[in-house]
C-alpha cells in the first residue's frame, strides 16, 4: 500500500455490530481503538504483554477478550483462516506492525497500522457524534493532527441539540414510511419537515411542549387513519400548518 494511493480514499461507514475484530497493543491508542469499536457492536480480542487500566477494566465484559502475550502469528487461528472482519496493530514495535500488515493483507482483511497509513487498507478519520449524527474528518493520513484540531471545530458548531433533532426526524421518517404509501408524496414530506425551526425550539427549551402538540396533530391526521385517502390527502403537512406557524413565529 504505497502513501499517495490516499489521495482519493474511499469513505464508508461500517456496520460492525457483533463482528470479530483485533487489536495488536495494549496502551493508549489501542485503548481509544477499543472503546470505539465497542461502541460500534464489534466483538474485539486485544493482544498485547501490557494493558493500560481502562482496557483492564473492561475486561469483564463479554466482547472483550484479552491476551496477555506477545504478538504470536498463531493468534490468527488454524489453518490461516480469516478469523477477523478488521485488524489494528497498535503496538511501538514497527516490525510487528509491518507483519501484522502482511498477514492480514495476504488473507485479504481489514488491517489499520496507527502510525504507518502506507501499510494499511483503511484508516480511522477523527470523529464527531451527536447520536446518529457522525461527522468524520480526514486527511488521508497526510496530518492526524490537522484531522482532530478540524474536528474540534466541528465539534463547537455542532452541539447536543442535532441529536435531540435527528431522534424525531428518525422516528417521524420512519412513521411516514410506514403510513404512506406513495414514493414522491413521502420525499414531499420528508423535504417540508427540514423546514420547520426545530433546532431553536430544541435550544430554546421549547421543543418537548411542541413535540406533544405535534404527536396529537399527528394522530388525528387523516393519512394516520386510514390507506384508503386520496392523493392529496397523503401527501400535506395541512393538517398541523398551524403549528409550523407558531414555530416560525416564536409562540408555544
Excluded at 53 to 82: F, T
Amino acid at each position: 500500500m504505497e502513501l499517495n494511493s490516499w489521495q482519493h480514499p474511499y469513505p464508508i461507514m461500517m456496520n460492525l455490530a457483533g463482528c470479530r475484530c483485533l487489536i495488536v497493543g495494549g496502551g493508549p491508542i489501542a485503548e481509544r481503538k477499543l472503546r470505539s469499536l465497542l461502541q460500534a457492536g464489534a466483538e474485539v480480542t486485544v493482544v498485547s504483554p501490557t494493558f493500560t487500566a481502562g482496557i483492564l477494566g473492561l475486561e469483564n465484559r463479554s466482547d472483550v477478550m484479552l491476551k496477555k502475550q506477545i504478538y504470536d502469528p498463531m493468534i490468527w487461528g488454524c489453518h490461516g483462516e480469516a478469523r477477523y472482519a478488521l485488524v489494528i496493530a497498535a503496538t511501538n514495535d514497527s516490525h510487528v506492525n509491518q507483519q501484522i500488515a502482511q498477514k492480514a493483507n495476504a488473507q485479504g482483511l481489514l488491517v489499520n497500522i496507527v502510525d504507518k497509513p502506507e501499510l494499511s487498507s483503511f484508516i480511522l478519520p477523527s470523529v464527531v457524534r451527536r447520536g446518529k449524527l457522525v461527522i468524520t474528518v480526514s486527511t488521508g493520513g497526510a496530518s492526524p493532527s490537522a484531522a482532530r484540531k478540524i474536528a474540534k471545530e466541528i465539534d463547537k458548531t455542532y452541539g447536543d441539540e442535532y441529536e435531540i433533532y435527528l431522534d424525531f426526524l428518525s422516528e417521524t421518517r420512519l412513521l411516514i414510511q410506514n403510513q404512506v404509501q406513495d414514493k414522491a408524496a413521502r420525499q414531499r414530506l420528508f423535504k417540508e419537515m427540514l423546514a420547520w425551526d426545530l433546532m431553536r425550539l430544541i435550544r430554546e427549551g421549547k421543543f418537548k411542549d411542541w413535540k406533544v402538540k405535534f404527536d396529537i396533530a399527528l394522530q388525528g391526521a387523516a393519512w394516520m387513519q386510514t390507506q384508503e385517502q386520496g392523493e392529496s390527502e397523503l401527501s400535506s403537512w395541512s393538517f398541523i400548518n398551524d403549528l409550523a406557524a407558531r414555530i416560525g413565529g416564536g409562540d408555544e
